[in-house]
């Protein structure tokens, strides 16, 4: 790990980056393999483990950037700071917008109408439908705070702010009944308040953002865990000791987070307490493992095609995003007068026939995965790093 960029760091965000496009997108949502769906409400599943692992990373990936100017504070730093998190918000927006607008215009293909005015009606400037959280604007957030926290705070308290960030939830969420699924929930009635029922995503019929204001307040402890993560990685510069720390770590936070479970559940949708511990310790234990098999043991065979998604991990998800919207609201009409979309062509015509319903979905997300992967080779092959 002495090259500039930290290999097995790189290798984990590619593996989260590839694991966040196959679970968006499988053949068909009604033909998914269990590990590959989120729990319901309290628990957890290997899909569960996909974004709080990206949000881990991007504490680790912070610690290490700003250590290099000795995290000083500055009028531009803050500038920097601020702009990035802006715009990286305005892309999930953008993202937002642009599946709104393809889902309508798909809506309207029968309709007597030109293409301009079903471009409008479909929700171009319905700005009352679109919803505004999402992936994106919570990392945008996380981002800013997280990086305000580690530039401003003394580093020797962030651990006690960790712990009085997930304590101070937690207590809020029990407090006010808030762990069921319901409209008395204290999420879903803030996030109802400030972002109103129509830009709000609904589950099981109930106004409940998973990415909403509230549930992003122990997200800044998550981030937080990846920067002592980071802190630790930095401070030895032998991989046995950096694979130690980081077991210990891992150790530690993962039998916490599971006894924790037993006052606030495991709850990715509520970002619970319980979840931020299970899952950071679980992402520190994974980052240590990849450290030992590419850094001290060698094994670099396999990672190029993980580091080719983890160079360019917005970029990435950006297209992913664009193009997943783009083949499952463009279509045909076939000789028996049916409309399909390249998507539904593809899985139900193709993949599903050769390899049933279930297994053919799972194959479609790994071509989807490919594809992304043969977008992303070029910039890799030539060493071009999009930042935001």
Sequence with gaps: MQNKRLLSLDILRGITIAGMIMVNNPGSWGSIYAPLKHAAWNGLTPTDLVFPFFMFIMGVSMYISYSKFGFKFSGSTFTKLLRRSLVLFAIGLFLNWFGLTCRGMSALRDADMNWFLRLWDAG????????????????ALVSFGGSL???IFNQKLIPWLIGVIL?????????????ELSVENLAARVDLAILGDSHMYHISGIALDPEGWISTIPCIAHVLIGVMAGALIMGAKDNHLRIERLGLLGAVILMLGFLWDYAMPINKTLWSSSYVLVTCGLASLLLAVLIWLIDVKGYKAWTRFFETFGVNPMA??????????????????????????????????????MFGDTLGSLVFALMFICFCWLMALPLYLKKIYIKI
């Excluded at 171009?124 to 990392?139: A, C, D, P, S, T």
């Excluded at 304590?167 to 762990?179: D, H």
């Design 167 to 179: 304590i101070g939830y937690s207590a809020l969420m029990m407090t006010t009944n808030s762990l």
């Design 149 to 151: 926290v580690l530039l």
């Design 124 to 139: 171009f400037l319905h700005l009352e439908k679109w919803r505004i959280m999402g992936v994106l604007q919570r990392l």
């Design 316 to 353: 990435i998800f950006v297209f992913a995003g664009l193009f997943a919207n783009l083949i499952s609201n463009i279509g045909f009409t076939t000789a028996a007068g049916k409309w399909v979309s390249l998507k539904g062509y593809l899985y139900a015509d193709v993949l599903s026939p």
